[in-house]
């Protein structure tokens, strides 16, 4: 059963898909041969009478995890492995080389070892009753839009639509725990007063999720998060406290907001120790292999197939988008938010013979505490690609919006798509589930592991958007045996020369 699902989920459904399965592509699905050999034995005797001459040939619609067609992926029904080798020597030709299968999908490679199958309990937004998504909607702009009274920075969209999603499972767990209807519930049923106590539904459900769910210290630090915006947005008006008039932080003399920043500073604590949930083996890749999927991504960017034939424009556009996307990460490490809120003429400039991506404060994560970013480069090697994708590529995808990169339905990308698009492109080209994020974890990783000086790597930290003692403490991720090895040699030198 294995097996039969591993060759189903890379596009070895038909009779003929195992009469073309070489030895290699075997090996990487983990396939014995004496299997595939037992196959192709009965496949040739069931087709004896077309031994004269007369071949088969199929065409599949199949799409797989990337939207792709066989014929997209330039993949032909029957070839023998000699012919397959000369395919994969066409790309200097114009044709697309045999797209690699690594055996594996993202969908099936877990990372954790999280419970799986438990039922969602979080109150799907149409569910909501007609007064809670008035406070949604009012806790969004409070968020999203400079106010007067006491106050901190605004927050992006993006990070109020995710505390509104996780208030959401906040208050779906709440109905379950007291028997309450979905339609009726509000943030006062979470937060009924400004009192300590207040914070008890609170605890009770970061510790339900901990007990039941085995969610990480930084998922309660987001909770906990959300929860204070929640608490502020209700009982805000309340506060007789002003920014830089005794306690700095805003709202301290709310008796609820002392006790969730309490367990915030907890849960910041225990995130910083704990160890991370995944199995990183599973998704990282060392730099240079990550530029090798880089190029292999552009190596299929062509506009035939192995046998020649000509790809749909929407197909050549798709491989050329995906290219942009990991070339652009390679140099310009950044979350990616900043890859879907890409807009030629305001976030993306061309100045001068560069391109570059120029974000305001409201623009990444960090701005709040950094400002204005310096603009952030994008290799020029790139701008050829990058040029016919905005002026011919781009309009074959059929996008209904003004971002630069977009869906096959033609929607913007959110979150999931982009983190979607990039795991299951590793995980075909690598084998590995590496996502957008862990990107910036590996270009530092790689760097502190170099000659790099003390300058350079502060200036990194800077054009990332984050500070040195968070790439030393969040982005590097080499071991402690690879952080002291240094020490190690410097210490055996020294005492050759003693010895000397």
Known sequence: ARIAATLEANWFTTPMDL?????????????????????????????????????????????????ETALDLGLEPLVSETAATTMKTM??????????????????????????????????????????????????????????????????????????????????????????????????????????ESANGAFEYVTWLNDERQTSANYELLVTRS??????????????????????????????????????????????????????RLKWLEWDEYLTLVQRLKSECTAKNC???????????????????FGILSCVPDRQRTLRELRVGKTL?????????????TDYKTGKDYGVRPPLVIAPHLYPTLETFIETHRKELNPNHDFLFTRKNGEQFDGQG??????????RLTGKRTNPHLIRDMVVTHLRGTDASERQLEALAIYMGHSLQMQKSTYDRRSVEQKVAPAVDLLDSLNAKMRL
């Open 19 to 67: 009469a073309r399965l070489s030895v290699e592509e075997a090996r990487a699905m983990a396939v014995p041969m004496k299997l595939v050999d037992e196959f192709k034995r009965a496949l040739d005797g069931a087709r004896g009478f077309a031994a004269s001459g007369a071949s088969a040939t199929t065409t599949t619609t199949e799409k797989n995890d990337e939207g």
């Open 227 to 280: 929860c204070i915006a929640a608490v502020k947005f209700l009982y805000g008006n309340l506060s007789k406290a002003q920014p830089g008039e005794g306690e700095a932080k805003p709202y301290h003399d709310l008796p609820v907001m002392k006790e969730l920043r309490r367990m915030a500073k907890d849960a910041k604590a225990r995130s910083a120790k704990a160890p991370s949930v995944s199995d990183e």
């Open 418 to 427: 982009i983190y979607r698009l990039f795991t299951t492109t590793a995980m």
């Open 307 to 325: 046998l020649g034939q000509s790809r749909s424009a929407s197909a050549v556009a798709w491989s050329v988008q995906k290219y942009l996307i």
């Open 91 to 196: 790309v200097s030709s114009g044709r697309m080389a045999l797209k690699m299968r690594t055996g594996l999908s993202a969908e099936s490679t877990r990372v954790t070892s999280r419970p799986v199958g438990l039922p969602n309990y979080r109150i799907p937004l149409e569910e909501c009753g007609s007064d809670l998504k008035k406070q949604f909607k009012a806790l969004r702009k409070f968020l999203t839009v400079r106010r007067l009274g006491p106050q901190e920075c605004i927050l992006a969209g993006v990070t109020a639509e995710k505390y509104e999603d996780v208030l959401r499972g906040a208050l779906g767990w709440l109905c379950a725990e007291k028997n309450m209807k979905p339609s009726k519930v509000t943030l006062l049923d979470l937060f009924p007063s400004i009192d300590a």
């Open 349 to 361: 400039f061309k100045e001068g013979d560069k391109w570059v991506i120029r974000h305001k404060e």
